[in-house]
């Protein structure tokens, strides 16, 4: 499975950005999905993740209340989207699938995941 991700770009702090994931080559219908983000000199953090169903999604406290993931599984896509965005947003962002249906161990660590999309580029200006 490939996974492509876009929709980055730059915004002033308040400003609001989409971003899509799009799989190819595997349905991920049945597939846990996830956003995660990486700025320089930091660690790959979790942003946000939805289960195979689309039923229940996770947030980073982070971004909570201010970031929504969520799935078109016609269209083989997940979508965050950003609003009231903050200078510390700044980050690549990576998009990613797990082959495994459930995550005990937890939807917000990056080792469950093992399909991983090649970033897009948030930067928010102040």
């Known amino acids: 499975v490939q996974l492509q991700a876009s929709g980055g770009g730059l915004v002033q702090a308040g400003g609001s950005l989409r971003l899509s994931c799009a799989a190819s080559?595997?349905?991920?219908?049945?597939?846990?999905m996830a956003w995660f983000r990486q700025a320089p000199g930091k660690e790959r953090e979790f942003v946000g993740a939805?289960?195979?169903?689309?039923?229940?999604?996770w947030h980073a406290d982070s971004v909570k209340g201010r970031f929504t993931i969520s799935t078109d599984n016609t269209k083989n896509t997940v979508y965050l989207q950003m609003n009231s965005l903050k200078p510390e947003d700044t980050a690549v962002y990576y998009c990613?699938?797990?082959?495994?249906?459930?995550?005990?161990?937890?939807?917000?660590?990056?080792?469950?995941?093992?399909?991983w999309g090649q970033g897009t580029q948030v930067t928010v200006s102040s």
């Open positions: 080559g595997r349905t991920f219908s049945n597939w846990p």
């Open positions: 990613a699938a797990s082959s495994v249906p459930y995550l005990p161990a937890g939807y917000h660590i990056p080792t469950m995941y093992d399909n």
């Open positions: 939805i289960n195979w169903s689309g039923s229940r999604t």
